[in-house]
C-alpha cells in the first residue's frame, strides 16, 4: 500500500530457468501455449480480458510450499454491486500436529460503523479518511458466509463462530473460526466448500466499486496461517495489511460482456454466455491473494520487458481522460523492473497488471496484490512531480517484499512498507536521478529520500519500528514510523555497511526467504551475515526503541595561544598559533559513532571520529591556523538525524540563504496581503 | 518618455476607452500605486525581518544552508522551519500585518477614487480628509460586501455538491467534472459581478458624496447590472493582462533564474507584486472613468486662482507631499 496517499504464474520453478536449454524449451512450450490461448479467447470471441495463458504442466518444481488451494466461482452484479460465489478451499496441513481448528478472514466485514477497524477509523483516522469522519452508509462493505460445508465431515454453517482475538469488540466480524468434529491429521488435506456473497463498499481502504469500476479484492474467506506453532489471523484493523499462506487460485467470474477484466494470475479462458455475460477464468500459482478487477471504461495497453527470468507482459488498465499518462507508467514500470532484477532478484512471474483507477476512485489506487497493482493519476499532473512514477514503483516494489517475501503485515508491517519504502527511494533515485527523484518543477528540486526522511520526523519518537500495526499512537504516527522512519534508517544503515554490501545483503535476504515468511530476526541476521558486522547496537535502538538521533556542533573556536601575553604581536596568517577548539553535542539518545570534518583556514582538513557515547565532545587542534567550519557526519549517510542544519557550524556567517528566504516570505505575505485586500 | 506622457495625459485619453484611459490615469497618479506599493513592501518586511530572526542565528552558519543557496528544495526548508520554533510566531506576525494592509487599503479607498475622480495630485491633508471621509462609509459597504458573497458561497457550495452527486450516480465522471469546471467559472463570474457592483458603489459614493450606503448600493446595482457587458469587459480584460504579465514573470523566475540570483529573485517578484497592485488599480481608475462618462457631470477644475509662477499648471499649492 502506497503510503497514505503506493504473472504469468510460471510453470516452472524459477530455480529451472537458470539453465539456459531448460529455459529455451520452456519458452517453445511457453509460446505454444500462448497461441493455444489466444486462439481460446478468440474461439470464445470476447477480446474484452487481459490476454494470459495458462501454462500448467512441465512442472518440476513449485516455487513456494502451496499451503492453500483455492477454486471460486463468481457472479459480479454490477447494479447492485455485489458479488456472489462459491469456493472450495484445500488445505494441506503441514504444520506437523493434528489440526482441529481453523481460523478465517472475514475482511470486507470491517466496513461497518461497529467493526474494530472503523472505530479506530473514528479515532484516528486511516489512509484516505481522517479522523472524526462521519459513518457514510455508501462505505458499507459485508461478506456474509451462506453455507459452510466440511467435506467429509457435513455442514457447518450454524457452527461458526465469530471471534475477537485482538480487542475482543465483539461487533467486530472480521474473523470466525470453525471447530471441526474430527482433527486433520499431518500431511493431509482437508476440503472446505463454502457459498459466499459480498456486499461492495463503494472504494475505500483498496476495495469496493466507483461508478461501474470495480476493484475485487479481500473479498472471500481467506484461512489464517498456521505460524510460529498457533494461528495468525487477526482482525482487520485501521492500520493493518494482510497475512496469507502461498497456493493456488482457480478463479472463475462472470461480468457483463462489455467489461474489460484484469486480475491476479493468467487467464485461462473467456466465454461468452447468453446472457450477456462472460465467464471469465484465471489461473495462479505461488501466490498467496487473489484481486481483480472490472470496467466496461478500460482501456488495454500492452507492453513487455526482458529480464533475467524471461519476458514480463505489461498490461496497463487505463482509465478515461489519463492517456498522457501511458508513457509515465510504462517508462516506470520497466525501469523498476530492470533495477529489482538487477538488484534483488529475478521476477519470477510472467506478467504485472497495472491498474489505473477512474477519476473519484483515489482510494482504490496505490495499493498492491500478486502480479496486480493499483496506480494513480490525474489528467492534470505534471511531469515534474512524480507522483505517477512514485506509486507505481512503490506497489511494485511489494511484488518482492510483500508479493514473494511475505512477511506479517499485522505484527511487522516495517518489513513490507518499510523495506519497499527504502528501495523505492533507491529505484527513483536510480531512475530520475540525484535530488529530483521525486520533485522537479519550477525550480523545487527534492528527493524521494529527504521526503521519506520528513516523513519520519512528523512523528519521530511515538512508537518504535517493530510494533504490531494496530498499536501505533494513531495513523500519522504509523505512516511516520512505518514507512518513513524504516525508510529512513535502513539509508542510514547502508551508510554504516555501505551501499554495495547493502545491495548484496537485500539480494541475499530476497533470494533466501522469497516464498516464506521471515521475521525481523532473519531480516536483521542476513544483514549482519552479509555485511560480517554486529549492528546489534545499531537495530536495537532504531528498530525496537524510540530514542530520537540528533547531533550537533554546539562552538567553534580558534585562541592565540599567547593570549595571556601583555603586548601580544598583531596577529599574523600562517605565523600566529591558535588553540582551536570543537565542541560536539549529542542532543538526542540515539547513539551513533558519527565522522567529523574541521576544516581550517590555511586548507587543511582533520576528520575525527566520535563514537557519540557521552553526551558530547571535544577536538583540540594547536596550529597556525584557525577553524573555519566544523561539520558532523559530511556525508550526509546518517539520514537518521533530526536537524541538519545543526550538524555543522562555521567561523564567518553566509547569509544569501537567509536572504533568499526573506525574499520568498516577503512575497508570500505581500500576496497574501493583495489578494485579501480585493475585498476592501 | 515623451510618447508615455503624451500617451497619458488627459487630452489624449479623452477619446479612448475607459480601460485604456484607465491605464493612462494610473500612469499620472502612479503615486498612489507607488505609496501603496511601499505600505504592502514595508509591512511585508516587517514580516520577513521577524522571521528572519528567527532563522537567522543557525542557518547563517549552518553548512546546510548551501543547499537552499543553491537551489530549492522543500524538504530542507521544512526541516528548518520544524527546528525553529519560532518560525510559527514569525508566521502569525506576517499573519496579523497580512490583517493590517487590508485595513489600510479599506482605509485609503476613498482618497485613492478621490485622486481618479478629480484626475490630479491631492494633498497629503485632502487625502486622508477623502480617506477618513469614506471609511465607516467603507467598512458598511465591506460588511454588505460579505453578505452579498454568501449567496456566491452557496453557489459554490451547490456546485460542489451537485459535482458530487453527478459523480456518485452518473455512469461517467465526466458529467461530474463538466459541473464542477462549469460551476467554478460561474462562481468566478459572479464574485466578479459582486466585486464589480460594490467598486461602483464605492465610486458612486465617492463621486456624489453619498452618504446613505444601501442606498449607494441599490443605485449601483441598476448600473452595474444595466451595464455588465461593457463594465464585465473592462474589468475582464484588466485581469487578463493581470494573469499574462503574472504568467510570463513566473516563467522567467522558473526558467532563466539561477537559485543563486537573489537579487533578480527579488526584483521577478517585486515586478509581480506590482503587476497585481497595478492592475488591481487600473480597474478602479477605468471603472472611475465609465461612471463619469456615463452618469457622473463632468468634473472641472476649480477656477484657477492666481497662481505663482513656478507652481505648475493644474498642480495645487501644497506645503508637503501630493498623492
Known sequence: MLRYIAKKVRTAGFESRTSLGR????????????????????????????????????????????????????????????VDATETLTYHNLTGRPLDTFPFHLYLNAFQPTSSFMREVRLYGTRGTGPESGWDTKHFGAIEVKSFEVVGQGDFTKRLELIQPDDHNLDDHTVFQVKLAKPVAPGADIVFKIAFHDQLPEVLERTGYKRNFFLVAQWFPKVGVWWHEAWNCHQFHALTEFFADFGTFDVKATVPENYIVGSTGDLVSTVLNRDHTKTVTWHAEDIHDFAWTASPDYKLIEDAWTGSAGTVQIYLLLSPGHESSVRRYIDVIKGTLDRFDKWYGPYPYDRITLVDPPQGALNAGGMEYPTLITCGTTWWMPKG?????????????????????????FEEAWMDEGINSYTEAKVMESLYGKGTSMLNLWGMRADDADSLRMEYLAAADTDPISRFAWLFMNMNAYAAITYGKTATVLLTLEGIIGEETMRRAMHTYFMRYRFTHPTGTDFIKTIEEVSGQKLDWFFQQALYGTSVLD???????????????????????????????????????????????????NGEQATERWDGRDRWARFSYDKKATVVSAEVDPARAVRLDKDFFNNSRTEGDDRRATRKLSVYWMFAVQFMAQVLAWLA | MAGLASWGSEVSNADKSPWVAGLGLVWRRQSVLWWIFVVNFVLAAMGAVTFTRQVSPELDYSLESQALVHGFNPFVLSNLLMEQHGAAAAGMASACLVLVFFIFMLFVEGGLLEVYRLDRSLTKGEFFEASGRFFWRFVRLLIMLLIALIPVGIVYGLTTRASHLLDERSPSPVPGIWVLGIGLLVVLFLGQAVRLWFDMAQIRAVAEDERAMRRALGRAFKITFGNLGSLYWIYLRISIVAWLVMAALLWIWTRLVRPEWIGVSFLLTQLMLLDWLGT?????????????????????????????????????????FNI
Open chain 1, 385 to 409: 512531480l512524480l507522483g505517477v512514477e512514485l506509486v507505481t514503483e512503490h506497489e511494485f516494489g511489494h511484488q518482492y517484499w510483500y508479493g514473494m517475501v511475505a512477511t506479517n503485515e
Open chain 1, 551 to 601: 547531533y550537533e556542533v554546539l562552538d567553534i573556536r580558534s585562541d592565540r595561544l599567547d593570549w595571556f601575553f601583555e603586548h601580544p604581536p598583531n596577529p599574523k596568517k600562517g605565523v600566529t598559533t591558535y588553540r582551536d577548539t570543537v565542541l560536539l553535542h549529542r542532543k538526542g539518545d540515539f547513539i551513533m559513532p558519527v565522522e567529523v570534518l574541521i576544516k581550517f583556514d
Open chain 1, 23 to 82: 529455459a529455451f524449451c520452456l519458452r517453445l512450450v511457453l509460446l505454444a501455449l500462448v497461441l493455444a490461448g489466444v486462439v481460446a479467447v478468440s474461439a470464445g470471441g470476447q477480446a474484452g480480458a487481459v490476454a494470459g495463458v495458462q501454462t500448467q504442466g512441465q512442472v518440476t518444481q513449485t516455487l513456494s510450499t502451496r499451503v492453500v488451494a483455492y477454486q471460486i466461482e463468481a457472479r459480479l452484479d454490477p447494479l447492485k454491486k455485489t
Open chain 2, 280 to 320: 488591481r488599480l487600473w480597474q478602479r481608475a477605468s471603472e472611475t472613468l465609465w461612471y463619469q462618462r456615463r452618469f457622473a457631470e463632468v468634473v472641472k477644475e476649480p477656477e484657477a486662482a492666481p497662481t505663482p509662477p513656478l507652481t505648475p499648471v493644474g498642480e495645487p499649492e501644497t506645503a508637503d
